[in-house]
């Protein structure tokens, strides 16, 4: 699934400007504890959490995720969004919930990472 698909799936907007939509997307994950996620992380993910601060960035940055998923129509600032353009991390907002994000993910044939 590219992320324009994931975006059609869940109704997602793209906050991060200029940034391709046409990367794979690999595998799904939520979770909103940053060294949770930093030690699942893996290259490819769509990561859905509620934080929106620059370390979000960093870890989707380290880990070159494909995409951050925010739920619940949740904004992120300017700065954080930024850094994310610069570093070419897709950040998407959608009205939908992380517990329905993640079912149509799942139901779209998006795994969770493996192990």
Sequence with gaps: MTIQQL??????RQLTEGNPTGREVTCG???DLLSW?????RQGMAWITVQTHM???AVATLHEMAC????????MEEAPLKK?????VIVLSSQLSAYE???RLYGAG???PPE
């Excluded at 996620?37 to 992380?41: L, N, P, S, T, Y």
């Excluded at 951050?68 to 904004?75: A, E, F, H, R, S």
Aim: proline share 3%.
């Design 55 to 57: 370390n979000v960035v």
């Design 29 to 31: 994950f939520v979770c």
């Design 84 to 88: 994310a353009g610069e570093e070419g």
């Design 37 to 41: 996620a930093m030690a699942r992380g």
């Design 68 to 75: 951050v998923i925010l739920p619940d129509g949740i904004q």
């Design 110 to 112: 998006l795994t969770g």
């Design 7 to 12: 975006m059609d799936l869940t109704t997602s």
């Design 101 to 103: 994000l993640c079912g």
